[in-house]
T-cell receptor, first 108, second 114 residues
Framework: ELKVEQNPLFLSMQEGKNYTIYCNYSTTSDRLYWYRQDPGKSLESLFVLLSNGAVKQEGRLMASLDTKARLSTLHITAAVHDLSATYFCAVDRGQFYFGTGTSLTVIP | EAGVVQSPRYKIIEKKQPVAFWCNPISGHNTLYWYLQNLGQGPELLIRYENEEAVDDSQLPKDRFSAERLKGVDSTLKIQPAELGDSAVYLC????????????FGPGTRLTVL
């Protein structure tokens, strides 16, 4: 069974700082997705990564995929309060396998 | 474009009672998914439909859970009887279908079993 691990599970960071969330998975896949979930809300799609070396950027967030290392990263640049949410990665192996989630709190 | 619609948004029932959740996917999306999300965890797939056919229901607890997708559009997920451990958020998602297509999620139904 595919295992998807994210770290850290909880992240508290100050506004203006940079940080990276990591998503490791146990079985080969070249398709990975990042979602954001606000409390009590559903999942909002952030990035779709469909090949080794894929890099996508939107605003202060940048995601990358290294299929050989079975690793994806979500990099946060100059964090702002509005980025506070839980972030999930999901690996596509015919079905989606979600990570444990990273709860991000950005402190003013 | 309307997103995935789910109802009800919240449901509180006593254990051993039946409950049903409804999902209307994005128009034109052939693939529909039901997920279970426990507090503090990522969603876990319960069942996937391609049109009206359930193509992956290996993680659906069939002794008490059932699902249907009549006419390949709307879907209903039922639990009978509900147990305390069923308290969770039930998410519906849809996609155009096929490997590597993005899934779009509904707002979910938060179930509380007392």
């Amino acid at each position: 069974e595919l295992k998807v691990e994210q770290n850290p599970l909880f992240l508290s960071m100050q506004e203006g700082k940079n940080y990276t969330i990591y998503c490791n998975y146990s079985t080969t896949s070249d398709r990975l997705y990042w979602y954001r979930q606000d409390p009590g809300k559903s999942l909002e799609s952030l990035f779709v990564l469909l090949s080794n070396g894929a890099v996508k950027q939107e605003g202060r967030l940048m995601a990358s995929l290294d299929t050989k290392a079975r690793l994806s990263t979500l990099h946060i640049t100059a964090a702002v309060h509005d980025l506070s949410a839980t972030y999930f990665c999901a690996v596509d192996r015919g079905q989606f396998y979600f990570g444990t989630g990273t709860s991000l709190t950005v402190i003013p | 474009e309307a997103g995935v619609v789910q109802s009800p948004r919240y449901k509180i029932i006593e254990k051993k009672q039946p409950v049903a959740f409804w999902c209307n996917p994005i128009s034109g999306h052939n693939t529909l998914y039901w997920y279970l999300q426990n507090l503090g965890q990522g969603p876990e797939l319960l069942i996937r439909y391609e049109n009206e056919e359930a193509v992956d229901d290996s993680q659906l607890p069939k002794d008490r859970f059932s699902a249907e997708r009549l006419k390949g559009v709307d879907s209903t997920l039922k639990i009978q009887p509900a147990e305390l451990g069923d308290s969770a958020v039930y998410l519906c998602a849809s996609s155009l279908g096929g490997y590597g297509t993005e899934q779009f999620f509904g707002p979910g139904t938060r179930l509380t079993v007392l």
